[in-house]
């Protein structure tokens, strides 16, 4: 009893969780998958390995972080810097990235890899990482901007299972190019290469080339504070502990947000809500990020952007994927959960992000100097120069139209939004933009890639017309 009425007490915190949480208790705590606080792993041959919690028989997943060695010269006169490692016989990882020291440095250079095939025991062609990502993050001055332990980082890149790395990292010389330069610019202090497993949740089969676990079924433990969190702050439109949102019809999508907001004036304009995976779905380790949520007033905007993370993925793999890239931002870059509120694999599958409630207004970290009163989706890839799968773009359209159309947000309109600062608009400034932008309107980079970010005019008017606009 003493331990329900605690439980009754957490669900009924100020933190956003529905009271439909406490008046379902008794299936929600059925429904929750249990969650166990496994210790950490710790030790690791030239560098260092952080673990974490998992749900019950999932395979936990790690962090292995590897300083970057200086390397010789190639004996040009004025020869670009250039650090790197190479490493065989590594526990498996399936996502890789660099991060330096300063987060407000830039790595003004050119990051490749190649992996080995812990299956074939291959070597990959030379790939590279997308270094440019300093528009990603939490706002200038905000605590999670602020943290001690926030680095800067390229964009993580999913590898698949490997065992073996080969990295180089060359400075760009002042003009622009990389190689030799007369005036040669310095590489971000204290690089390391990070190398992440996912781990794999439970009753995956091998996302991420492992055998399925013997034994039969999970054991059922305790769930922990910060999963009934999470799954809590979904419970006023979804029963507690679900790994999926289901979708809604139109009917169905407007008598909700009478329930949730009240009885508006004239047929409101929203699409019919979506599926969505929960973090539940994808196999979030809710032990890794910040503890609570932190909510913004409303959503006035979303911005579209892309993983960078390569296009080298399965949609059986994407929960892994998110699992990676989740713990790439909290583990490596320092951050309080993953930077976006939704993701999208090239199938259509919607996933949440950041934590906090789908249908709420969760600041993110994904925008630099418009994360406030904004969400962000991701596709999750690179689209520089391929194109978006139509059923990625359908996807972010009907993400859109619904989440969009909760703040009563037209997809085709403007809005004024006050930059916390950055390269484009310094912080104060009021700035029009669209109500459905790129990364780039709000920040001078090339997220969210040239073919996606063609893909946005057909975004708004297939969000808009889902909305009964």
Not at 151 to 166: E, I, M, N, Q, Y
Not at 366 to 374: I, R, V, Y
Request: charged share 20%; aromatic share 4%; hydrophobic share 35%.
């Amino acid at each position: 009893m003493s331990k329900i009425m605690s439980m009754r007490g957490f669900l009924t915190s100020p933190s956003g969780i529905s009271p439909l949480a406490v008046r379902s208790l008794g299936a929600a705590c059925a429904a929750v998958l249990a969650l166990v606080p496994a210790s950490p792993a710790s030790g690791a041959v030239s560098g260092s390995v952080s673990g974490g919690a998992v749900s019950g028989g999932a395979v936990p997943g790690s962090t292995r972080s590897l300083p970057l060695v200086p390397l010789p010269r190639d004996g040009a006169p004025g020869a670009a810097p250039e650090q790197g490692l190479r490493r065989t016989g590594l526990s498996r990882f399936a996502l890789l990235g660099v991060v330096w020291d300063d987060p407000g440095a830039e790595l003004r250079g050119r990051v490749r890899v190649r992996t080995r095939s812990a299956a074939t025991g291959k070597w990959t062609g030379w790939q590279d990482v997308e270094a440019h990502t300093a528009g990603h993050g939490a706002d200038p001055g905000t605590a999670e901007r602020s943290a001690p332990r926030v680095r800067g980082a390229t964009a993580p890149l999913w590898v698949g299972v490997s065992d073996g790395v080969d990295v180089r990292v060359r400075a760009e010389d002042a003009d622009g190019g990389s190689g030799a330069g007369n005036t040669r610019r310095a590489l971000p202090s204290g690089l390391r290469l990070e190398l992440v497993d996912p781990g794999e949740a439970a009753g995956e089969t091998g996302a991420v080339g492992r055998a399925p676990a013997a034994g039969g079924p999970s054991p059922t433990v305790p769930p922990t504070e910060a999963a009934l969190a999470a799954s809590g702050a979904n419970a006023d439109i979804a029963v507690f502990g679900t790994a999926g949102i289901p979708e809604l019809d139109g009917p169905a999508t407007e008598k909700e947000l009478t329930r949730l907001q009240g009885p508006s004036r004239g047929k409101p304009h929203i699409g019919p809500r979506p599926k969505i995976v929960t973090r539940r779905g994808w196999g979030a380790d809710e032990s890794l990020r910040g503890r609570g949520f932190i909510y913004t007033k409303k959503i006035k905007a979303a911005f579209l952007h892309h993983t960078a993370s390569g296009n080298k993925y399965t949609c059986a793999q994407a929960p892994a994927v998110i699992r990676g890239i989740y713990r790439y931002h909290v583990k490596s870059m320092g951050w309080r959960d993953i930077g976006y509120n939704f993701l999208v694999d090239k199938c259509g599958t919607l996933y949440e992000g950041r934590a906090g409630g789908v249908a709420k207004a969760v600041l993110g970290a994904h925008t630099l100097g418009f994360n406030t009163d904004t969400m962000g989706v991701a596709v999750i890839g690179s689209h520089g120069t391929t194109q978006p799968p139509g059923a990625a773009v359908t996807a972010v359209a009907r993400l859109a139209a619904w989440k969009l159309g909760l703040h009563g947000a037209d997809p085709r309109a403007r809005t004024t939004l006050t930059s916390g600062g950055g390269n484009l608009y310094p912080k104060g400034k009021k700035v029009r933009l669209n109500v459905l932008s790129g990364h780039r309107d709000g920040y001078a980079t090339e997220c969210p890639g040239k073919r996606l970010y063609a893909r946005l005019g057909t975004v708004r008017t297939s969000a808009a017309r889902l909305q009964g606009r």
